[in-house]
């Protein structure tokens, strides 16, 4: 998946995770500037300045907006016509 696809599924940031052994520390990054064809994971490439020092990161599309809108509706969203606005 590249940004202009996760972009268009309404992630506009990605969730970087440090795999250094034991930290996990976790950041989330607006990716709105980067270029559309950049392949997600590549972003982890891009980012080495983890507080820890890590340099071994993960990077995954950041779908929290879309969980807010989920977590936020009832269980029959699939009926809903109204996308929230947020
Ligand atoms: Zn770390």
Redesign the pocket.
Known sequence: MDLASMRKHGAHSVEAI?Q?HG?G?EAIVNVDGWPDDMPVPDVSLKLRY?R?G?KDIKTIPDWSHRRLLMGCGDAAGRSGSRTPLK
Request: net charge positive.
């Open positions: 440090c250094r930290c520390h983890f820890c890590g």
